[in-house]
């Protein structure tokens, strides 16, 4: 159960921000992603963007979400 609400919060937060990421990013490097007819600078773009984006809601949970919910625990007086 300790690691279910993290992966949740993560996975909640990956899939709400990074469309919005792509799509910003996609506009502004659009000449860069027009030019190569592959679409390998796309993919490698796309990979950064959702591991970064991955990482920062690593970050937030850490800090801001886990000792909230730890100190609505105590609160409550659960074991």
């Not at 279910?4 to 990074?18: E, R, Y």
């Not at 007819?37 to 990482?55: D, F, Q, R």
């Not at 801001?64 to 659960?78: C, G, V």
Request: contains cysteine; positive net charge; proline residues 5%.
């Amino acid at each position: 159960m300790k690691i279910l609400i993290p992966v949740l919060f993560v996975s909640a937060w990956i899939g709400i921000t990074v469309p919005v990421c792509l799509s910003i990013i996609f506009t502004v490097l659009k000449s860069i992603i027009t030019k190569d007819t592959t679409g390998i600078s796309m993919l490698i773009i796309a990979i950064i963007t959702a591991l970064l984006n991955g990482y920062i809601g690593i970050k937030i949970y850490e800090k801001k979400i886990d000792p909230w919910l730890e100190k609505k625990k105590k609160k409550r007086n659960f074991p």
